[in-house]
């Protein structure tokens, strides 16, 4: 498949939400009785560009943007730990916010780095799947059902591997987080209907994996 500018930007925009969530994600916020992350309105945007990503260009293409957004984010938190490991010099007094934001514990990033991987692939897949058994109607069913699955995959495993022990575990924190995620893809949902049919219409292509390895660790098919 020949490589369109109109993927590259959606690509970009994929990879640039699911940094910015890792990064924003340390500052808890308060929306009245709902204590989320900072991260809560951009993460569920990966989502939203990873159904057109799947819509459009099918399970293969968004295996790999899966996996290259993942290798992005690695990049990033590995210099992002070179950066707080480098001496600061003697009138910088940065160092402890540094610390504080951007230094990762193995834990926490174990938590993200599956979560994602989790999430991500179960969207993708039950996307592609479900626009088969629709025979390509009712996009919204697809969306908002692979992210309840998605999210809600991704939701559980990031928090337990990340607060189970810890005081601030709880069910009801998974809850809070998975409705939230799944609230913002839901009002989304027009502008996901309106980007998914420009690009089919410029594109010219509207994918069905229908002989489609589904395996995350298939290099190809």
Not at 136 to 152: K, M, P
Not at 215 to 220: D, K, R, S, Y
């Amino acid at each position: 498949m020949k490589i369109s500018h109109r993927l590259v930007i959606i690509v970009a925009v994929f990879i640039t939400c699911l940094i910015t969530a890792n990064t924003i994600a340390v500052k808890v916020i308060s929306l009245g009785p709902l204590v989320l992350p900072a991260a809560i309105f951009v993460f569920p945007l990966s989502y939203i560009f990873g159904d057109v990503l799947t819509e459009v260009y099918g399970y293969r293409v968004a295996r790999r943007v899966i996996w290259l957004g993942f290798a992005c984010n690695l990049v990033f938190v590995f210099f992002a730990w070179v950066g707080m490991k480098l001496p600061p010099a003697s009138f910088w007094g940065g160092q402890a916010a540094y610390e504080t934001i951007l230094g990762y514990s193995a834990r926490l990033l174990g938590a993200s780095f599956g979560g994602y991987l989790v999430g991500e692939f179960a969207n993708s897949f039950i996307l592609a799947r479900m626009k088969i058994m629709t025979r390509g109607r009712f996009l919204w069913s697809r969306t908002i059902g692979s992210t309840v699955v998605g999210q809600g995959l991704d939701t559980s495993v990031f928090i337990t591997l990340a607060f189970i022990g810890t005081p601030a575990f709880s069910l009801l924190l998974i809850l809070n987080h998975w409705l939230a995620k799944v609230a913002i893809e839901a009002i989304c949902t027009p502008a996901t209907y309106a980007m998914v049919n420009r690009l089919k219409r410029r594109e010219g292509i509207d994918t069905y994996d229908y002989e489609t390895k589904y395996n995350p660790f298939a290099v190809t098919g």
